[in-house]
């Protein structure tokens, strides 16, 4: 029996190992949905956002290296799926998405709901087509699929609404043929980059996410350089725990021992990284550089040697030339380096781990303090996320809302152990956090997922806890709830303006949660932060913790500026005058 377009993609799916698909059902979509309710092996996972459903499928893809999938429908369906999209463009991870469209022979006629598919995801898709013929399966198909994995990015394929239901003249299973080739750099520059390192007295190592499959040997290569190394937020997850070598982040949530690491080197060694902020790399050093894509190489600091190829590849090369001791001798290299990056690392997060202790203000010095940042004596962001930190899993997998959350988890969440980590760290969207948390825990709901949420993400797609509740999934969604746009507050005032448009009012968010059937904790008195910590993570199913922090904290940059300081000064005398001038 000849089968449809929709059973053929479908079936596809299942023989790809999709296990969910996430979206909003629809008149166009509803041959695909009907083959998914038909199909074992394959969930629908029905969202109150496409947004949401294209987050939750990128998520999985960044956890499992396989292929997230999400779908939308007609017209305004599936443009709700493309900041979603965007976040797994970005992500460099493979998603397909299914996009609803008018009839064929309406095409072009200015239909109901119609929008041209093909030009509305020309920018985020690394392959876009319409079925416009039954016969273009299942070849249409692997195409984009191959596409998505092989190119690491976003395909999308449209389906009009006659055209799913139809059935195929010459019907033959998909094939997929996928691998995944090593590349290793050339020997020339291999050899270049052995040597200069062997004469460095001081290497940094700047680590990014293409490094964690490769952790053991970049560990050794560290060791053999006596070089700290400085990580990126994503290389957090596989690298940071347990490591005697690392020093944290840079950049502006980074901290002074990462920056002084990278201004005191003369060699930088970047390790499958392209982190983005150029006034973050030090000037005047000898920088070596390796990533799989050579389009990379050198676009945010000028780059002496390039070594294109995997970092395990790499690295490995690089230890069979590089000897234990200096030039072929036995004395081993200077560690002064890395020593005293590392004193410098330790003396910082000492310093943090006061300002996260929960008698903190009761000292004398986090009286005085409070008298200016914290008047109404909140909760303290840092203490919210160094409990969060001793209560979660070793395997915990965490996500985290672009803003003030990733700078309270990237100091104060260590990944030890399995733990996992996901973020909009490369589009910088809000409100992803907790639909990356949904992808995640339906994935594996003994696992436990923990979502650092904005007050203000969490509220953008706010509908989506319904979608938690209704698949029973059991996410600890942790909301720092300062009322505010933190960053964008933090931006202004560094620029010297007064806080503007960032207050929000908010409403009580464990009861809404509690509204929608999920448990809510809320939390105003620092004593009871840890208590209701525990409890959260005790307590079976979903959970929001609803706990009011200070919206005055701020997260001092690794590298603060007097201008910076300045700007903050004068904001904060703006701030006052207006307040005063509305009291009048």
């Not at 790809?16 to 509803?30: E, I, P, Y």
């Not at 060699?267 to 983005?276: A, K, N, Q, S, W």
């Not at 809404?512 to 910590?533: F, H, N, Q, S, Y």
Request: aromatic fraction near 4%.
């Amino acid at each position: 029996m000849a089968r449809t377009v929709a059973r053929v993609i479908v079936d596809a799916l299942s023989e790809l190992g999709v296990s969910q698909v996430f979206g909003v059902v629809g008149d166009a979509l509803n041959p695909l949905t009907d083959a998914i309710r038909t199909t074992d092996d394959i969930a629908w996972v029905g969202c109150r956002h496409e947004e949401a459903a294209a987050f939750a499928a990128g998520a999985q893809s960044q956890l499992t290296g396989r292929l997230g999938v999400c779908m939308g429908t007609v017209g305004p369906g599936s443009i709700h799926l493309l900041n979603g999209l965007y976040d797994a463009a970005k992500s460099r991870t493979p998603v397909l998405a299914i996009a609803g469209q008018v009839p064929l022979t309406e095409l072009g006629s200015d239909y109901f709901q119609e929008v041209d598919n093909d030009a509305l995801f020309d920018d985020v898709a690394v392959f876009r087509a319409t079925i416009t013929s039954p016969d273009q399966l299942p070849l249409l198909l692997e195409t984009a699929v191959r596409n998505a994995l092989g190119r690491k990015g976003v395909a999308v394929l449209t389906v009009p609404g006659d055209i799913g239901d139809r059935e195929l003249g010459a019907d033959r299973p998909a094939r997929f043929s996928l691998s995944s080739p090593t590349t290793r750099p050339e020997e020339d520059a291999v050899r270049r980059a052995a040597e200069l390192l062997d004469r460095a007295d001081r290497v940094t190592m700047l680590v990014g996410k293409g490094s964690r499959a490769a952790r053991e040997d970049v560990l050794a290569l560290a060791d053999r350089l006596a070089a700290p190394m400085v990580l990126t937020l994503k290389a957090k997850e596989g690298l940071e725990g347990d490591n005697p070598f690392q020093v944290g982040q840079t950049g502006l949530i980074g901290n002074p021992a990462a920056a002084s690491a990278l201004e005191d080197a003369d060699v930088l060694l970047m390790l499958g990284t392209d982190f983005p902020y150029r006034d973050w790399y030090p000037d005047g050093l000898t920088v070596i550089q390796v990533d799989t894509e050579p389009a990379h190489i050198g676009r945010r600091v000028p780059v002496d040697v390039a070594l294109v190829g995997d970092v395990g590849a790499a690295v490995r090369d690089l230890l069979a030339r590089l000897p234990a001791g200096r030039s072929g001798t036995d004395k081993e290299r200077d560690r002064g380096h890395l020593e005293k990056s590392r004193e410098r690392f330790a003396a910082w997060r000492e310093g943090q781990a006061r300002l996260a202790a929960p008698g903190h203000d009761k000292g004398l010095v986090g009286k005085v303090r409070s008298v200016f940042d914290n008047r109404d004596h909140d909760i303290r962001p840092e203490a919210l996320a160094a409990a969060v930190d001793r209560a979660a899993a070793d395997d915990a997998i965490f996500t985290s809302d672009t803003g003030m959350a990733t700078v309270w988890l990237s100091r104060f969440v260590e990944m030890r152990g399995a733990r996992r980590l996901l973020g909009s760290f490369n589009l910088g969207s809000m409100a992803n956090a907790m639909p990356q948390a949904i992808g995640a825990q339906i994935l594996d709901r003994d696992r436990q997922v923990v979502a650092f949420c904005g007050d203000g993400g969490l509220s953008m797609l706010l509908g989506d806890l319904i979608t938690l509740k209704t698949n029973e999934l059991p996410v600890k969604l942790v909301v720092f709830d300062n009322r505010r746009l933190g960053m964008v507050k933090l931006e202004q005032e560094q620029a010297g303006l007064p806080e503007f448009g960032t207050t929000l009012e908010n409403p009580d968010f464990a009861a809404v949660a509690t509204a929608m059937g999920i448990t809510g904790i809320r939390v105003t008195d620092p004593k009871e932060l840890d208590d209701a910590v525990r409890t959260a993570f005790a307590t079976p199913g979903p959970v929001l913790l609803d706990v009011l922090t200070n919206p005055e904290e701020v997260a001092v940059p690794a590298k603060p500026t007097v201008e910076q300081g300045w700007g903050f000064a004068v904001a904060k005398m703006k701030e006052l005058v207006r307040s005063r001038g509305d009291d009048s």
